[in-house]
């Protein structure tokens, strides 16, 4: 409810130019979240699937177990240089780990 107040007293007064750029803006927050949402849980799956521990991948990555977690967990944003070594090493593509394809290669 307060979410919705707060936007009628904002969109009051904005050019409908404003008002595209802003939404706009939020569509694209919600992409972006989206697709990260989706990695984290790819990235998870793929380790699952592959039958290693947090430890055993942040090993094979060259990263941190406690950062590899929170990469899963959603707590932090995994870098590109990790995805790429990601993907290589479960031998899918960057889109299907970034959530933009179903295919895994």
Not at 55 to 62: D, P, T
Not at 85 to 98: C, G, R, T
């Amino acid at each position: 409810m307060k979410s919705q107040l707060w936007r009628d007293a904002y969109v009051r007064g904005k050019s409908s130019k404003e008002l595209d750029c802003v939404f706009a803006e939020e569509e694209k927050n919600f992409v972006i979240v989206t697709l990260v949402m989706v990695m984290n849980l790819r990235i998870r799956d793929l380790r699952e699937d592959a039958d290693l521990t947090q430890k055993q991948i942040s090993e094979i990555i060259l990263c941190d177990q406690s950062l590899y977690s929170k990469y899963e967990r959603g707590e932090r944003v995994l870098p590109f240089d990790l995805a790429v070594k990601l993907a290589d090493y479960y031998q899918v593509s960057l889109d299907y780990l970034f959530g933009r394809s179903n295919k895994r290669k």
